[in-house]
């Protein structure tokens, strides 16, 4: 086993949320829980065997069932997707309101 430096330990830290499908920067994460999950992995004692799965595994494998952050990441993911979709769902109903104004004023297509 060997020593890493708490630099190389975060730097797994982020390639694994990047594997996860998420950045340090999302809007959906609050700082305690970045903190938290940052925490976990500078507290963990299977680095190399990370360091090793991160370097085999496709970018579409799920997360290990060693990483301590697993299922954070997971929540995270399923909230950012939520957050995502619901901007969506907004930005669609307010694109149909207009459409229905316009049709109602003549002023459509």
Known sequence: ??????????????????????TPEEPSLAADELAAAAQ???????????????????????????????????????RQVAAEVAYLDDSIGRLEAARTAQDRDGTGV
């Not at 680095?47 to 952050?69: H, I, K, T, Y």
């Open 40 to 78: 976990r992995c500078l507290g963990c004692r299977v680095a190399d065997e990370c360091r090793s799965w991160l370097g085999e595994v496709p970018q579409e494998q799920p997360l290990p069932g060693f990483c301590r952050n697993a299922e954070p990441f997971r929540d995270w993911v399923c």
């Open 1 to 22: 086993m060997r020593v890493d430096t708490i630099d190389e330990r975060l730097a797994l830290f982020r390639r694994m949320m990047e594997h996860a499908g998420l």
